[in-house]
């Protein structure tokens, strides 16, 4: 008798487990279903900049807003080094912070994405004169074109590679399709 209770409950667990696999089957076809809706709907979306009217007019953006369902790519620090590995001029912020711009579209290029994709960027720069932030800010600016960033600018003592004076940092975003 207790066998055939068992036995009973054996049964039982196992119709159980073949309507739970059926059910959860086609729950995951859902879920696919909606996933694919999804990356199709976001498939077109990009980043929105987003400018204050409240605030002061600045030459970049007060906010970035990145869709759901963007893949989003953070950038090692972009440093101005070249095909030697070596930084070149310790005294020239602009060529620097340009070679940093070079370097960040190489490495945004290699993850299929371009200097459009980026969502914020951190600008790091090795002076305590407020001249020297500017000039390598100004720079940057004008590599970015008419997409204008959210972004902080940091003067900081220091950078890791003798002679480095700036440094970019970036988050990109990029649709599903085109990553």
């Known amino acids: 008798m207790h066998l055939m209770y068992g036995s009973f409950c054996i049964k039982n667990?196992?119709?159980k487990s073949i309507i739970f696999l059926k059910k959860s089957r086609s729950l995951n076809i859902i879920m696919k279903k909606s996933y694919i809706k999804r990356r199709k709907d976001n498939m077109n979306k990009k980043i929105a900049l987003m400018h204050s009217k409240k605030l002061a007019k600045v030459d970049y953006a007060y906010a970035g807003h990145t869709p759901s369902g963007m893949d989003l790519f953070f950038m090692?620090?972009?440093?101005p080094i070249d095909k030697n590995g070596e930084v070149p001029d310790q005294s020239n912020y602009e060529?620097?912070?340009k070679l940093c711009v070079e370097n960040l579209k190489i490495a945004l290029k290699?993850?299929?994405a371009n200097l459009e994709d980026v969502a914020y960027t951190r600008v790091l720069v090795a002076s305590d004169e407020q001249s020297d932030l500017v000039s390598a800010w100004e720079t940057i600016r004008a590599e970015?074109?008419?997409?204008?960033?959210?972004s902080i600018l940091f003067g900081v003592t220091?950078?890791?590679?003798?002679?480095?004076?700036?440094?970019?940092?970036?988050v990109a975003a990029?649709?599903?399709n085109k990553v």
């Open 13 to 15: 667990d196992i119709e």
């Open 76 to 79: 090692a620090g972009a440093c």
């Open 144 to 150: 970015f074109g008419q997409h204008d960033v959210p």
């Open 110 to 112: 290699e993850c299929g």
């Open 95 to 97: 060529l620097q912070a």
């Open 174 to 176: 990029l649709s599903p």
């Open 158 to 170: 220091v950078l890791g590679y003798a002679n480095q004076l700036v440094e970019i940092e970036a």
